[in-house]
């Protein structure tokens, strides 16, 4: 594929990333891993698709970003499990809160933060492999691209067209900074690729 395809394919994901975070936000961090699907298959184009093109990423460093990505997100959603937290000192019985709306959102905040980061951790832990990048400048580097390509479009649309307050827009800018830009950092730092066999 020629530079131009792959410069349009990034593009047609940051647009796809930007809509789409501002109405399915709950979805925005498995939206990282189809970027990563679709760039990967637009840059193998002219090969056959198959689980060769997607790199083993050992076990470990997915735990340990998943950790990380999941814990600043949940920084992010403080407000949310504050509200369950004042439920469940209100509420009589375990029963009545686990059947209020509060345990359901804070639940569905988890559960989804917990698949989208360990999506995201994949997602970041491959790119690292398949750029090569082996020093702390280069992830950082690449998570700087990265956060250029997810946030720096929607920031746009939520101070311009949503007219967004600015600390709900400076919350999402860190909460991306630490997922971007420290993510790839810490994969970096534990390594992503898995030793060789030995025989």
Known sequence: MTLSGRVAVVMIIALVRTFSQSYYAIYTPQLNLLALVLYMSAATANNKMSSKFFPSVTPSAIALGTAYSHGASLLLSAPVFGSAYDRVKTADTPEEFIKSK???????????????????????????????????????????????????????????????????????????LLDTVGLAAVLNWWGTRPLPDVV
Do not use: H, M
Request: glycine residues 10%.
């Open 102 to 176: 509060e345990a359901a959102g804070a639940l569905a905040v988890w559960g989804s933060s917990l698949i989208g980061s360990a999506a995201k951790t994949y997602a970041v832990a491959a790119l690292l492999q398949s750029t090569g990048t082996v020093t702390n400048k280069g992830a950082i580097y690449l998570g700087t691209l990265l956060f250029a390509i997810c946030t720096v479009p929607s920031a746009f649309v939520n101070v311009l067209a949503e007219k967004r307050p600015l600390d709900y827009v400076l919350a999402k800018i860190v909460g991306d």
